[in-house]
């Protein structure tokens, strides 16, 4: 497993890493140029400048207290630095709990793999042995309605779901009615990709929110915001306008493996202090998998 996520971060690896790597390359000495030419790196790897700052600054502090003398302890500090920034934000992943149905709605923009990663969430959960439910409450698109009955098909997982243009939250009412006739042990809610400038989308996210807390004591239990990776700080911009139309709970972060600006990983758990719970770094049902701070950082830095 770490090998293939070594290889799907290949990107960001032979980037920003490589080029921290040039940089370090024969240098003896630690001069005031060389943490320059560091912070330049970061920034320019999505990594935010407010993080770097903060990495900058205690990389520093520590020079100045003699507890890094040279340039490979400096690289070495730098790395459990960034282990440091994932794991402050960390929190237990989901369905650690024994609520059924434990219900998780997920949230994002159109084109960030939403619905994609409602289907490989569903196959995880059902790989542990859980009985799950999808609930395709975004209405406002036809097609989002039959890409996640296909995945249901595929994934042999029931679909619940009404025509187009339905009320979301009827919708949302219906299926966590079903999940709880059947037994469910997961109902995964679907949402209509919302433009984040788009207030009235947001009123409808706060109206789900409303009628599925009614249905199922404590639901939403997760609240997760898709972001793609690729997009790199608007990212950033959307995961804080979702921060304020909604309680998010955690971040999954697609397409990892297509980008060479891993750093925005850093910059979303520093700036957000939401923690970063799943990560995509490929198109296979494996491929989302819970994000392991040592993992990767580690796979970053490893040559």
């Known amino acids: 497993m770490f090998k293939r996520l070594k290889e799907k971060i290949s990107r960001s690896r032979n980037g920003f890493i490589q080029q921290l790597d040039e940089l370090f390359l024969g240098k003896r000495e630690i001069s005031p140029e060389l943490i320059e030419e560091i912070e330049e790196i970061l920034v320019m790897a999505d990594m935010g400048i407010g993080t770097v700052q903060q990495v900058i600054d205690r990389l520093q502090q520590e020079m100045d207290r003699g507890e890094i003398s040279d340039p490979e302890a400096l690289r070495s500090r730098l790395k459990e630095h960034l282990k440091a920034i994932f794991k402050k934000e960390q929190k237990e992943l989901l369905t650690k709990s024994n609520v059924k149905p434990f219900v998780i709605l997920v949230v994002g923009v159109n084109g960030v793999g939403k619905t994609t990663t409602i289907a490989k969430l569903a196959y995880r959960y059902k790989q542990e042995g859980k ?34 243009g339905a009320d979301p939250s009827a919708v949302a009412f219906d299926g966590l009615e079903a999940a709880k006739s059947k037994g469910a042990d997961v109902a995964i809610v679907d949402t209509a990709g919302r433009l984040h400038t788009q207030v009235n989308l947001m009123k409808e996210l706060a109206k789900i929110r409303k009628v599925i807390s009614k249905k199922v004591e404590g639901a939403p239990h997760e609240t997760l915001l898709v972001l793609d990776a690729t ?63 040592d993992q990767f950082v580690e796979a970053l830095f490893e040559e």
């Open 231 to 293: 997009t790199g700080q608007n990212a950033l911009s959307q995961a804080k306008t979702f921060c304020d139309a909604t309680d998010v709970t955690g971040i999954v972060l697609t397409k990892l493996d297509g980008t060479a600006k891993g750093g925005i990983v850093a910059s979303i758990a520093h700036e957000m202090k939401i923690p970063v719970k799943y990560i995509g770094i490929g198109e296979q049902m494996e491929d989302l998998r819970p994000f392991d701070p």
């Open 131 to 164: 009985q799950v439910v999808l609930v395709a409450a975004d209405t406002f698109r036809a097609a989002a309605v039959e890409q996640l009955e296909k995945w249901g098909q595929r994934l042999n997982v029931p679909v619940i779901s009404q025509k187009a």
